[in-house]
């Protein structure tokens, strides 16, 4: 009897070591996972982050190639007329030298 107690003692004492353990190894899982679950959350935090800036620089270019496009139309309409002015312009002041080179021819 006795022999049979010490033996249940010491499956108790085993199991109670086992269970300590367990319990210990519980507490260093939830606190490495914690700890996981802390730098999973900055890391997300920080891609957030770049992916709100790189949406903002994206609409940032886009605004900026529609301004220029914009730009260079307003430039290819202008071009044209500021050559017809320009020629207006040449071939008024070729026809009064031309009256003026009459003008003096008749003197």
């Known amino acids: 009897l006795e022999q049979d107690k010490a033996a249940i003692d010491e499956s108790f004492n085993k199991a109670f070591a086992l269970l300590d353990q367990l319990a ?3 507490e260093d899982l939830k606190a490495a ?3 996981r ?3 999973l959350d900055t890391a997300l935090t920080e891609v957030e982050s770049v992916i709100s800036e790189l949406k903002a620089s994206s609409r940032r270019r886009e605004e900026e190639g529609r ?3 914009e730009e260079v139309r307003s430039l290819k309409d ?3 007329k500021a050559l017809d002015a320009q020629k207006e312009s040449q071939d008024g002041r070729l026809k009064e ?3 003026e080179l009459k003008s003096l021819k008749t003197l």
Do not use: M, N, V
Request: zero cysteines; proline letters at 6%.
């Open 24 to 26: 210990t190894d519980t």
């Open 33 to 35: 996972e914690k700890a």
């Open 37 to 39: 679950t802390e730098r």
């Open 67 to 69: 301004r220029i496009s």
């Open 78 to 80: 202008a071009i044209p």
């Open 97 to 99: 030298l031309g009256s």
